[in-house]
């Protein structure tokens, strides 16, 4: 039986509860993120006025799903990091304020999309979060390292970019990548997605896209340039070996 994979939406209360599921990692891969960009897309903000974003069991993500990139072709790794792209600048157009419950690790591409929400609530626990895309092998997407910019300070976020340190909840408190710990996580979120869905919906919408222009303005003045450079280098032989090489190495540390 193959794992499950789904992207769940329900109304609570008037706030729309989004569950990511796709194995025990929660990992990216291109039919959850075209599932979850649909969702974003068809989103009804006079039925629901915010958002709470979570992940299923007991992880928020673990990011890319690695083992699928191996397992297709060149093609599907390119429509992967486009559709990757197109999903993260949805959610960062959402006219309704998106809450990130972390109840979990958020790793690599799961820390940038709890990093995309404009409010981070983390359960304080063992959960680790942290982007990790250098030590596969990997270069960021453009849009993710506007995100990491723009979430943390320039020093720290490139120590955290270049070393790939994964951080404890109460260390990524003290960095602003996490707003909040509550041990209840879902239920804080949802109580914080209530409180920020009493403003009005136009006068949110409206300071949210002030707040994200600088990063789309400066996607939009680099053009595709970084972009098509990375999708080369994700697409090449050589980082395939070097996937094959962190996977290994994870798995020995398992062991």
């Known amino acids: ?20 599921e796709n194995g025990k990692a929660n990992a990216l891969d291109l039919e959850l993120l075209l599932g979850l960009r649909q969702v974003l897309e068809e989103w009804d903000p006079d039925s629901e006025g915010a958002m ?9 993500s673990a990011g890319v799903d690695l083992k699928r990139l191996l397992a297709e072709d060149e093609g599907y790794c390119r429509e ?20 990130a419950a972390i109840n979990g690790h958020a790793i690599a591409g799961g820390c940038i999309l709890a990093v995309a929400c404009d409010h981070r609530i983390m359960a304080p626990e063992q959960a680790k979060i942290g982007v990790t895309e250098l030590l596969v092998g990997l270069p960021f997407p453009p849009i993710a390292l506007e995100l990491m910019q723009q979430a ?9 970019i270049y070393r790939g340190r994964l951080l404890s909840p109460a260390e990524a408190l003290g960095i602003n990548l996490v707003d909040q710990l509550a041990e209840a996580v879902l239920r804080e979120a949802l109580d914080t997605a209530k409180q920020l869905a009493e403003i009005p919906q136009a006068t949110f919408s409206l300071t949210k896209r002030q707040l994200r222009d600088p990063i789309m303005r400066s996607l939009a003045a680099s053009g595709d340039r970084f972009g098509q450079e990375m999708r080369a280098i994700w697409d090449s032989a050589d980082s395939r070996e070097r996937i094959r090489s962190y996977m290994a190495s994870v798995l020995r540390k398992k062991e």
């Open 52 to 60: 709470v974003l979570t992940g299923a069991g007991r992880m928020f």
């Open 152 to 160: 943390v300070s320039p020093p720290v976020v490139q120590e955290l």
């Open 1 to 20: 039986m193959g794992e499950t994979m789904a992207v769940h939406k329900k109304c609570l209360d008037g706030v729309g509860l989004v569950t990511i």
């Open 80 to 99: 992967f990091c486009i559709q990757l792209d197109a999903c993260f600048r949805v959610l960062l157009a959402l006219p309704v304020p998106a809450v």
